[in-house]
């Protein structure tokens, strides 16, 4: 495992759409997931893209903190949504910033793992609006997109206000 940049805005591959995972890019992704992994919990976040990390896949790694585990997606694509809630988002590309986002509540993700097998899982709360946000940037949709809000910088930087990035 080793760290990889962050890209920050405005670099161009955030506003970027990903392509889908296939069989010819496991052997890169395998190691992509476990290097993304390692970047996001070094940079204190609990979600990264890989258009964040200049990698145009549509691959997403995302922290589980009651677990304390880090779940991988592949082609990941929301089939159902329920709710909205407004919530304030940071982001690992947007250091120090953050927006109020209109998320759904519940999510039914689709998602392939490393061999390309398919599952649902559904999600609520605090994962269902990690998932999104990262699902939003492999169809190049950064926060400063979806904020009701212009973007601002946080004012007090505890362990609630830094979620999710």
């Known amino acids: 495992m080793s760290l990889i940049?962050?890209?920050?805005?405005?670099?161009?591959?955030?506003?970027?759409?990903?392509?889908?995972?296939g069989r010819g890019d496991i052997e890169h992704v395998r190691k992509l997931v476990s290097d993304m992994a390692e970047t996001m919990i070094?940079?204190?976040?609990i979600g990264?893209?890989?258009?964040?990390v200049d990698e145009l896949l549509r691959v997403i790694v995302v922290r589980d903190l009651e677990a304390d585990?880090?779940?991988?997606?592949?082609?990941?694509?929301?089939?159902?949504?329920h709710g909205e809630e407004l919530g304030e988002e940071g982001?690992?590309?947007?250091p120090g910033l953050a927006g109020l986002i209109p998320r759904f509540e519940q999510v039914t993700v689709k998602?392939?793992?490393?061999?390309?097998?398919?599952?649902?899982?559904?999600?609520d709360g605090l994962p269902a609006r990690v998932?999104?946000?990262?699902?939003?940037?492999?169809?190049?949709?950064?926060?400063?997109?979806?904020?009701?809000?212009e973007l601002?910088?946080?004012?007090?930087?505890?362990?609630e206000s830094k979620r999710p990035r």
């Not at 940049?5 to 995972?21: C, D, F, M, N, Q």
């Not at 990264?48 to 964040?52: D, E, G, H, M, W």
């Open 131 to 149: 998932v999104q946000h990262e699902i939003d940037h492999l169809n190049g949709i950064t926060i400063k997109d979806r904020s009701t809000v």
């Open 111 to 123: 998602f392939q793992d490393l061999d390309l097998k398919t599952y649902k899982v559904e999600l």
């Open 91 to 94: 982001c690992l590309s947007f």
């Open 69 to 81: 585990e880090v779940h991988y997606y592949l082609n990941p694509t929301i089939t159902k949504g």
């Open 48 to 52: 990264l893209a890989a258009n964040q």
């Open 5 to 21: 940049g962050i890209v920050t805005y405005p670099a161009e591959v955030l506003s970027k759409t990903a392509r889908k995972v």
């Open 42 to 45: 070094e940079g204190d976040g």
């Open 152 to 159: 601002y910088h946080r004012e007090e930087e505890d362990e």
